[in-house]
T-cell receptor, first 116, second 113 residues
């Protein structure tokens, strides 16, 4: 069965600091990986995704993530965070399910707080 | 365009009762999925429906059921509520059943007393 581990549950950074959130997954099939973000008071939304090709993917708001197959990792990075990046970040892997559908398996999330 | 809409936003029930949650997908989206999010955890997959058929079911008891209507809206039903069913229930829609790019609603916060 697939699983996703996020190592940092709470992260506090000052503005302009660099960010790296860890994500490791376990899945035996073709990997589709995602980072979702939930800003305070808003719904969960897609930040970036990896399906195939270039292992370095870029998302919205200056975020990027690198897929390292040998390490089963998909870490999220941003060179310089802003106060508005305060949110909860979820890593997820897409998997086929019986019946032909798909499901996302999410990690437990990382709560990021950026201080001014 | 309207996003995914869910109703109600909050709900309080007592143990043993039944609840129905509703979801309207983004216009043109044919797939609806349901997730349960317990405080401090990531969302957990409950169901996926595509073209009105169940295409996937997560590790939830038979007390949980769902359906999708011809207009692609969906309902999630939970019978014989337990305290442990207290959670945020998220609906997400996608264009196709295979897409991992989900568009989430704001959820229904269910409290079971």
């Amino acid at each position: 069965a697939q699983s996703v581990s996020q190592h940092n549950h709470h992260v506090i950074l000052s503005e302009a600091a660099s960010l790296e959130l860890g994500c490791n997954y376990s899945y035996g099939g073709t990997v589709n990986l995602f980072w979702y973000v939930q800003y305070p008071g808003q719904h969960l939304q897609l930040l970036l995704k990896y399906f195939s090709g270039d292992p370095l993917v870029k998302g919205i708001k200056g975020f990027e993530a690198e897929f390292i197959k040998s390490k089963f990792s998909f870490n999220l990075r941003k060179p310089s965070v802003q106060w508005s990046d305060t949110a909860e970040y979820f890593c997820a892997v897409n998997a086929r399910v019986t019946g032909g559908g798909n499901k996302l398996t999410f990690g437990t999330g990382t709560q990021l707080k950026v201080e001014l | 365009d309207a996003g995914v809409t869910q109703s109600p936003t909050h709900l309080i029930k007592t143990r043993g009762q039944q609840v129905t949650l509703r979801c309207s997908p983004i216009s043109g989206h044919k797939s609806v999925s349901w997730y349960q999010q317990v405080l401090g955890q990531g969302p957990q997959f409950i169901f996926q429906y595509y073209e009105k058929e169940e295409r996937g079911r997560g590790n939830f008891p038979d007390r949980f059921s769902a359906r999708q209507f011809p207009n692609y809206s969906s309902e999630l039903n939970v019978n014989a509520l337990l305290l442990g069913d207290s959670a945020l229930y998220l609906c997400a829609s996608t264009l196709t059943q295979g897409s991992g790019k989900l568009f989430f609603g704001s959820g229904t916060q269910l409290s079971v007393l």
